[in-house]
């Protein structure tokens, strides 16, 4: 059964310090590691795919990266509006993905 | 807008009631998927269709039950209602094969 492990449940950051969230996992057949943004009360907003242990993706101040167990994101100098639930979540051969917990980051000005 | 749309937003019913919530995919999406966020269990699938067909159950009560039309949109209608089923209820949709997927806004369902 496909597992995924979000760490620390909730993060809280002053504005322009820097972290990395954990997402480690266990599944059959990786198609895809992806993370989203979740802010209350909407729907989760894709914000990466990566595919292969080694790859590396960035948005803004975000960037993702991959191992063959777990995936990072590191949040360079966040700002307030960074505060949100990042999830993660793995694709099998089945094209179906597995969330994990989430993360809810707060970054205080 | 993710180009997912679900209605309605909210919905407050009582328990022993049933409800349809509805979702229309992203142009282009032949699959659509329901998931289920409640505030102790997280993101939870709960069933997959691909243009028309009943591709993947997850966790999804017998009182639950999905179909996907013609036009592709989907719906979800939930009976019986009890307290425990409220939540958010989110669809999502993805083109063929595999690849993320694009969330919808959510109908947020309470059960009184």
């Known amino acids: 059964e496909d597992q995924v492990t979000q760490s620390p449940e909730a993060l809280r950051l002053q504005e322009g310090e820097s972290s990395s969230l954990n997402c480690s996992y266990t599944?059959?057949?990786?198609?895809?590691l992806f993370w989203y943004r979740q802010d209350p009360g909407k729907g989760p907003e894709f914000l990466f795919t990566?595919?292969?242990a080694g790859e590396e993706k960035e948005k803004e101040r975000l960037k993702a990266t991959l191992t063959k167990k777990e995936s990072f994101l590191h949040i360079t100098a966040p700002k307030p509006e960074d505060s949100a639930t990042y999830l993660c979540?793995?694709?099998?051969?089945?094209?179906?993905?597995?969330f994990g917990g989430g993360t809810r980051l707060m970054v205080k000005p | 807008d993710s180009g997912v749309t679900q209605t309605p937003k909210h919905l407050i019913t009582a328990t022993g009631q049933r409800v349809t919530l509805r979702c229309s995919p992203r142009?282009?999406?032949?699959?659509v998927y329901w998931y289920q966020q409640s505030l102790d269990q997280g993101l939870q699938f709960l069933i997959q269709?691909?243009?028309?067909?009943?591709?993947a159950k997850g966790n999804i009560l017998e009182r639950f039950s999905a179909q996907q039309f013609p036009d592709l949109h989907s719906e979800l209608n939930l009976s019986s209602l009890e307290l425990g089923d409220s939540a958010l209820y989110f669809c999502?949709?993805?083109?063929?094969?595999?690849?993320?997927?694009?969330f919808g806004s959510g109908t947020r369902l309470t059960v009184v």
């Open positions: 999502a949709s993805s083109p063929q094969g595999a690849g993320g997927y694009t």
């Open positions: 599944v059959s057949g990786l198609r895809g």
């Open positions: 990566l595919y292969s």
């Open positions: 979540a793995v694709n099998n051969a089945g094209n179906m993905l597995t």
């Open positions: 142009s282009g999406d032949l699959s």
């Open positions: 269709y691909y243009n028309g067909e009943e591709r």
